[in-house]
């Protein structure tokens, strides 16, 4: 009884963090931010690319204009 508990915890912890890590927004392209759109960032890219991606609301608000991502986010 006590092996299927552990297993069961085991179980239910590895679904949790699979489903945090989901929730994450992933991380975008480096580049200069040129447009900021609520959660969205899009971004030029060294080869002359513009990508857009989803961030946090915190990288959201670092990332003005102009800045360089990732380095903005620190």
Known sequence: MTRRIN??????AAVAALALTGCTPEQGTPGVVIDREK????????SDTEERFRVTKKTARQCVRG????DCTR
């Open 67 to 70: 800045a360089r991502y990732p």
């Open 7 to 12: 297993a069961l915890a085991t179980s239910l």
């Open 39 to 46: 959660r969205f960032l899009t971004v030029r890219t060294d």
